[in-house]
């Protein structure tokens, strides 16, 4: 059996939203890859540190960097449970991945909506990986939030 190294990749940042969702976080995760390796990681920390940069993709990507010693990420994979916002997207595109893969699409605040298509021109972009895990978690979280 061939194991799919995005679906691996993403239950990790699962794992990652999973720790924000008990922290009481929007329970988003990101992790980054580089050569098979997990260099860095995050989860929403938004509450915790009181900073409104505190997303899970800005601390995987500072993680990143400070492992790599340098600021340009075009050899890594992003893996992110949630379509990232356009903060995330700007530091995405400045960070220069060679590929993102998303969980499930984030139809209120994600990028695509306020972004045209070419925006990550020179990276790779994979969406729907375990859509629906990264999806039921958010809905859970929100429905507790509701009652």
């Known amino acids: ?8 990749y993403m239950q990790k940042a699962l794992d990652q939203a999973k720790m924000a969702y008990d922290s009481d976080e929007v329970p988003i995760g990101a992790i980054v890859v580089c ?3 997990i260099i860095g990681k995050g989860y929403n920390q938004t509450e ?3 900073d ?3 997303h899970a993709e800005m601390l995987a990507i500072t993680a990143a960097a400070s ?3 340098g600021k340009y990420l075009d050899e890594c994979t992003l893996y992110v449970t949630i379509e990232p916002c356009v903060m995330c997207a700007g530091a995405i595109k400045h ?3 060679q590929k993102v893969v998303i969980g499930a699409t ?3 605040m994600g990028f695509s909506q306020f972004l045209n298509e070419d925006f990550y021109s020179k990276t790779e972009l994979k969406s729907g990986v375990l859509e629906e895990e990264c999806k039921s978690l958010m809905k859970t979280f929100f429905k507790t939030k509701r009652v």
Not at 1 to 8: F, P, R, S, V, Y
């Open 1 to 8: 059996m061939e194991i799919n190294l995005d679906e691996l």
């Open 35 to 37: 050569n098979n390796k």
């Open 48 to 50: 915790k540190l009181n």
């Open 52 to 54: 409104v940069t505190a």
């Open 67 to 69: 492992h790599l010693g």
């Open 95 to 97: 960070a220069r991945f």
């Open 106 to 108: 984030e139809p209120k």
